[in-house]
Each structure stands twice: as C-alpha cells, then as structure tokens.
C-alpha cells in the first residue's frame, strides 16, 4: 500500500473556492451569452425601424412622383423610382428577416403587397409616359390612388415601428438586468478569487516548507543511516574482538588481541592495558599500541588514578585535574581512562590518548571494549581460580592426590620415552595423631599448611609436588639419580627441623614432626616394569621390597598398618627415596 500525504483543511477550503468560482464563472458565461442575445435581438429590431422608415419614405416618394406627374406632367420622379427598385426590394427582403412573431410576419406582408400595388400604379403611370402626344394635367389628377395607399402605408409602418420601439425598450431592460447580475457575479467573483490566490499563496509557501522541513528530515535520516552503519560497524568489530577474546587461555594473549584489534576499532587513539596484580594495590602495564606523544608509565598504585578511584571514566569534564599517573605534559581533554570493573572490583585499566579529545562515540566504544576486557579477565581468573582449586590441596597448597597420581603416571611415562632416571620422594609425619591431640586439629593444619609452602619453596620449577594423603607428601623429581635424591631429602627434612611451626602466635618446634627412631631408610632403586599404580592410573601397587609399619596417623587415629609404596620404577633405574618423620624421634 502506498502512504498518501494528508490533506491539510486549506487544502479543502481551496477545492470549495475552486467549485464556488466555477459555478459563479459559469453563471458570468451563461448572463454575458444571455446579453449577447439580447444584444443582437435589439440590433435586429433596430435594423427594423432603419428599413421600416427607409420603405415608409419610399411610398412617400412613390406617391410624390405620382403627383407631380399628374399634376405637372413631370416624369422625373418616375424615372427615379426605377433606379431605387434594387435597395426597395433588399429592404423589403431585410424587413421579412427582421421580422419576429406572426403579428409582425403578417404586417410585413401586408406591407409588401401594399407596396407592390404602388409599384405596379407607377409603372402603369411610366406606361402612359411612354405614349405619344402631348399629357394635359388637370385637377382630377390631384389627390390620386398612391397618396391613399401611402396613408395606408404609412399607418402599417407606424404600426410595426410602435412594436419595434416596445421590444427595444424590452430588450434595453433585460440588458440592463443581465449586466446588473453580471456586475453582482463580478462582485463576488472579485474577493473569492483574491481569498483564492491567497490561499494558494499560503499553500505554496506551506509546500516550500514541507518541501524544507522534508529535506531536513532526508539529511537528518542520512546522518541516522551513517550513524547506524558506524554503530553497526563498531558492533561488528566488537563481536570480532570478543570472539577473539573468547578462546584465550592467558593475560599474554588477551593482551596481543586488544594489540591487534585497537588499530581498527580506535585507529586515532594511543593506548595501554593496565592489569592489576592479584590481592595487590598496583597496576602493571601489559599491551600498549600506537605512538603515544609522551611516555606511559609502567607501574603505578590504584591511588594514581581517578578513573579507578571513581570506577566511572575518567575525564568527564575536559577541565578535570589529570590523573597522577600521567606525564608531564600531558593534555587532560585528550585522555581517557576507563576502569575494568567485575563485581565491583577492579581488575584493570584501558588507557587512550590522541591528538584530539574523544567523543560520545569513542567513550561508549572504549567503555564496550573495557567491559569485554574486564569480562575476559575475570573469566580467565576464576577459571584458574576453579582449575587451582580442583588440582590443589586447599590446606598445603599442593597438588591433591587425584592430579599427583595422574602426574606420576605421565612422568613415568616421559622418563621411559626419553630413557631418562625418575626420583621418587614420598614423605609422611609418623604420629600426626598425637600432634593433633597436643595442639589441635587447627594447628595440626597449620602444621600441614606450613610444610607444604616449604615443599613448594624447596622443589625446582620442573619437579611435581603433591599431598598424598593425610601426612603424607610425594615429590616427583625428572632426570634425578640415586644420589641427587638422597641429598635432595636430606636438605628438604633439614629445612622442616630447622623452620619452627606458627600456631597463632605460639611457636612450636618442628623438630616435634621428625622421627628420632633411626635413620633415614635405605633408597631402592628399581629396575622393574611400570609399577602397578602407573598401570591403573593412580591406584596403588604391589610392589616389591619393605613394607615398614606406620603407626596411626591423622585423625583417625588407629593404626592403619603398612602402607605400599611407589618403590619400583620402569626400567630406567631411576632414584627413590623414602622419608618418615615421628613426633618422638629427632630424625627422618
């Protein structure tokens, strides 16, 4: 369906004047073809009387001449009659056509018979004329027929001027009539065709404004459409950059995504991604593009920025004091900052700096990528946050028992593939039950807690330490021999003994955890096949050598009895060693 433009009231009002002067411009036509009639019906009764009066002075004449002859003798008058035949008949003929009426009709041709009888007298007079011998007039002649017939005559001219004259004076009123209404007609015609053209004259000026007003809402729908089609491409590049920032596993690579995305969605900006350390009050900075005018620090304190301190973009008023963080000479109006905000927190800070100030749309740009980048981050920590959780002991900070058993099966697996040795240190506390009794389950955790920081300080970036279970300790040293390991346990129960055991502020001796039964166990080194444990991925194995018996150990209390221990290696002769510590002896 086609949409139609209103019709405006003023239109109306013009279509009525329009239909109201036609009608009265046709009343004007019908009245001035009326009086046209008219005029022409008084300009036949005129010619009327004109040939009426020439034809009453024609009888005059013919009865003139009659007279003369008879009385005088004379035929000059006679002969005149014959040249005025032709005009006598044309104005007979124009009489009959002037003629209205049967009345008139009739008269007129009364008139013509009485008229040709006067003709028929003079040519019976011309006759007698033409005979020879001498005429004698006499007074007989005098007074003869054709002065009779001209009386006649001249009464029936009478007659039909009389009725002439009365339809003239008619025909003059009803001209007057008719040019009296025509005058009315002009007179209403006159300030309805000036309301007319007036109300055209608004109507086009009406137009010409629709006409701007429509040109101004054409070039106000373009600016909208490039204003959608830059939004529409800002979305785009958006949803390119959180597809980016969706697969990513590191800040490193969120960083090298916002480098190589920040040329095409803020080309006219300089900038820097700051990430703040974790439960620490500075930020660092990780990404930067562009050429910034002046150096962008690198470190600085959540305390140097409004931005943050605010956690709303930062500067909103181009005459704002500028952030600490900034150089010297830095131009407030030319920067931003826009907090990375999750839950309230800061995570972040993007920075931008140009030559020029941005606007409305490069602060909601900055604000949609600040927010992506936040929600990337703070997906990324709580994921490691989760993925540390579920791998680590959440008393020691290790590796649980699930993740060291999986871990044990890959590294057996590596140093047979790359025929390389595999140490094995599996600690335990002998007698924890009883430090728990002592000192409470809470500092039996510390305890725990404590040691296994130790572990995690003392062990390599290569090595894999985990808990085991209850007091128990594993460590996984790759490309370790006999001996290494032997030392290697040595410095780490040193380190235990000498390191005391902080129970809320009351300091315990950690030599209280060593075992001063005997000496540190004999290493075994194996040369068997993958140990059981390996084989079924984390249960524990049957294999050969001493079963020592440990007394209870953690809160279960009872003695649980031997316990297997992974002592048999693939056959790569890797080093094992075997740590135990008591609560009653100085010694591992």
Known sequence: MHDHAPVSPRQGVLLVLLATLLVLWLGERGLALWDQAEQRAMLQQATLIEHALWLRGEAHALAAAEAAWVAFGRGEGLSRIDRRHASTEAALQALRDAAEGERTRAR????????????????????????????????TAAGGPLALAAERFDAGIEALLQEAHERLRAGQARVGTLRLWNGLLWAAMLPLLVLQLLLLHLEARSRRRAEDEQRRLAALAEQERCHAERVAGDLDRLAGLADQLRPTRSVEEIAEVL????????????????????????????????????????????????ALRRGTPYPSDPQAPPCRHLAAGTAPGHVLCVPLLAQGEPL???????E??????????????????????????????????????????????RHIDASLLRECLRARRAQQQLGVLLLDLDDFKHFNERHGHEAGDAALAQIGQLIAQTVRPE???????????????????????????????????ATPIDLHGRRVEASALLDRRGPLPAARQGTGDLPACCRSRGARGQGPGPRPHRRGR??????????????QPPRLSPASGHSRSSLADGEC
């Open 108 to 139: 007129v041709a009364e008139l013509s018979r009485q008229l040709a009888e006067m003709r028929a007298r003079i040519e019976r007079l011309q006759r007698e004329r033409a005979l020879p011998g001498p005429r004698v007039a006499g007074p």
């Open 259 to 306: 480098q190589a995305n920040m040329h095409h969605l803020l080309r006219q900006f300089h900038g820097a991604l700051y990430l703040r350390a974790p439960q620490r009050n500075l930020l660092r900075r990780h990404a930067a593009w562009g050429k910034p005018a002046v150096p962008l620090e690198d470190l600085f304190t959540l305390e140097d920025c409004w």
């Open 348 to 354: 972040g800070l993007l920075h931008l700096s140009g």
């Open 356 to 401: 020029v100030a941005p606007g409305p749309r490069e602060r909601r740009l900055a604000q949609c990528i600040a927010d992506l980048l936040a929600l990337s981050i703070h997906q990324l920590r709580l994921a490691e946050s989760l993925r540390v959780q579920s791998v680590r002991d959440p008393v020691t900070g290790l590796l649980d028992r």
């Open 463 to 497: 090595d894999v330490a985990g808990r085991h279970g209850g007091e128990e300790f594993l460590i996984l040293i790759p490309d370790c021999d006999l001996a290494t390991a032997k030392e290697r346990a040595e410095r780490l129960r040193h380190a235990i003994r």
């Open 554 to 567: 953690g809160p279960g209390g009872a003695d649980r009895g031997p316990r297997h221990r992974y002592t």
